[in-house]
């Protein structure tokens, strides 16, 4: 049960891949306005799902620090996001608001029933020295002039593990309740794009695919199954894999003509990689460690 919630989880790690791929594709939408719309879209599986069987509806009535929770992770994440790529450079905007995973596993040792493990550590700081290849490929220089930007970047980072290591608490909640997450943030994002944004559509049908498909994986389906991941699968393991997304997307670049490979990045894969099989070390050899020893 625990390896399969895990791997459901990583497929949000997957799904997470692509979005510097249908981003790029997507036009020149502004931030919030295409969070508005995506978070839209992602809530369409939800709401169908409640459509047809009606009473999961009584899923949605939780307390409300579980609503509180939900949207802050959600919509705060990406608004502090936002914010922060407007008041600093991308490169070192991105690399602290790309603390989260660690800060998951770290923060993992509050949690009960769990235990944070030397290996848990060395391979989360193992991925995140191959995201620092990949995102800083032409080098970091931090400025006090962002000092705005860098902040939002930080309280964006601990934003998401805050939420990641919080939903794992409510474990007994169903995952139903994304539904209502997608929906408050794509109105709370609207809000935010109408006072602070131009509106801007996308040209052609090769962008409304990139935008719609923003909206069913990436910013729809991963979170439904990151939700069920961290709650019910081993959020050490998640927080280590999740740097393997930022890997996966430039390698998702390369292959349709985005970017081109290096030996940067193929070091980058080999951080990454080795980082998740020492943090799964437990998993990957617990078979081979509960065999039955040969009658002699």
């Avoid at 049960?1 to 249908?22: C, N």
């Avoid at 030397?118 to 970091?140: P, Q």
């Avoid at 939002?152 to 209502?180: E, I, K, M, P, Q």
């Avoid at 080999?270 to 437990?282: I, N, S």
């Amino acid at each position: 049960m625990k390896v399969k919630a895990t791997l459901i989880g990583f497929s949000a790690i997957l799904m997470w891949s692509l979005l510097a791929l249908f981003t790029a594709a997507s036009g020149t939408m502004p931030p919030f306005q295409l969070s508005a719309i995506c978070f839209s879209i992602g809530s369409i599986p939800g709401l169908v799902v409640l459509a047809l069987k009606p009473e999961r509806l009584a899923l949605l009535r939780q307390p409300a620090k579980v609503w509180i929770v939900g949207i802050a992770g959600l919509f705060g994440y990406h608004f502090l996001y936002f914010t922060a790529l407007r008041n600093a450079p991308a490169v070192e905007a991105g690399l602290i608001a790309y603390l989260w995973p660690l800060l998951i596993v770290v923060g993992s040792a509050l949690l009960p029933g769990e235990r944070l493990r030397w290996y848990h550590v060395a391979g989360a700081i193992l991925g995140l020295v191959g995201t620092i290849l990949i995102v800083a490929r032409d080098g970091v220089q931090f400025d006090d002039a962002y000092a705005m930007g860098y902040g939002a970047a930080l309280a964006c980072a601990f934003t998401w593990s805050g939420y990641s290591l919080l939903t794992r608490r409510f474990d007994a909640v169903s995952t139903d309740v994304v539904t209502g997450f997608c929906l408050a943030t794509a109105a709370l994002s609207f809000l935010c794009h109408l006072g602070l944004e131009t509106t801007v559509w996308p040209e052609t049908a090769t962008q409304w695919v990139a935008v719609a498909g923003l909206g069913l994986l990436p910013v729809g389906a991963a979170f439904y199954a990151w939700d069920y991941g961290v709650k019910n699968g081993n959020i050490q393991i998640l927080g280590v894999a999740s740097y393997a997304a930022p890997v996966l997307s430039t390698l998702v670049l390369i292959a349709f003509g985005f970017a081109e490979p290096s030996v940067r990045i193929t070091l980058a894969c080999l951080l990454v990689t080795g980082g998740a099989v020492l943090a799964a070390k437990d998993i990957i050899f617990r078979d081979r460690k509960a065999a039955p020893q040969p009658a002699e």
